[in-house]
């Protein structure tokens, strides 16, 4: 089957930096993809990853493992402004994207 | 980067009316639209798929007959819900892709619809 998990809701402080975990299982596998979503907006694309390896996108950097299932998005010098959720959604054999439930990340002072 | 817009970002109707949302792509052709619908505080669900030129291809338990949809150029796919109920209040978004099938989906601005 197939199936993809993410945390529910996590929070950092401003200026800091936070990794966002996602984790997932298919048997057909055609990339990663980690979006934005401000409450009451679309997504907005951040990063595909579709082989192994750290790509950079500013101050956001996403991980792909294929061989574990897993990736991670993570946010250096936090800004009051990266408060938003942040979905990871997986293309599968079909390249039909399988979208995690979210991540609520909450930016303190 | 694409540009993907939809028009109305509000309507607020009475029940039993339709309503049409359209999606546009602005700046590239897309070969594939998908319309999903989101509850507050939920995640997003793909409602339908639709080439150009073809018909859509609906998700599991979404009604074809209740939510029409007509991608009739490789720029603009629009969304009817029929005979709108309350409990089609929601946030509809459409994306959009050009090229291949691995290529990225880039959304629209969504339309928040309350059915009164």
């Known amino acids: 089957g197939q199936n993809i998990d993410q945390p529910t809701e996590m929070t950092a402080t401003e200026g800091a930096i936070v990794q966002i975990n996602c984790t997932y299982q298919t048997s057909g596998f055609n990339g990663l993809f980690w979006y934005q979503q401000h409450a009451g907006e679309a997504p907005t694309f951040l990063s595909y990853n579709v082989l192994d390896g750290l790509e950079e996108i500013g101050r956001f950097s996403s991980f792909l493992s294929r061989s574990k299932g897993y990736s991670y998005l993570l946010l250096k010098e936090l800004q009051m402004k990266d408060s938003a959720s942040y979905l990871c959604?997986?293309?599968?054999?079909?390249?039909?994207?399988?979208w995690g439930a979210g991540t609520k990340l909450i930016i303190k002072p | 980067g694409a540009v993907v817009s939809q028009h109305p970002s509000w309507v607020i109707c009475k029940s039993g009316t339709s309503v049409k949302i359209e999606c546009r792509s602005l700046?590239?052709?897309?070969?594939?639209m998908f319309w999903y619908r989101q509850f507050p505080k939920q995640s997003l669900m793909l409602m339908a798929t639709s080439n150009e030129g073809s018909k859509a291809t609906y998700e599991q338990g979404v009604e074809k007959d209740k939510f029409l949809i007509n991608h009739a150029s490789l720029t603009l796919s629009t969304l009817t819900v029929t005979s709108a109920h309350p409990e089609d209040s929601s946030f509809y978004i459409c994306?959009?892709?050009?090229?291949?099938?691995?290529?990225?989906?880039?959304f629209g601005p969504g339309t928040r619809l309350l059915v009164l």
């Open positions: 700046d590239f052709q897309a070969t594939t």
């Open positions: 994306s959009a892709k050009a090229g291949g099938p691995a290529e990225t989906q880039y």
């Open positions: 959604a997986f293309m599968d054999s079909n390249y039909q994207l399988i």
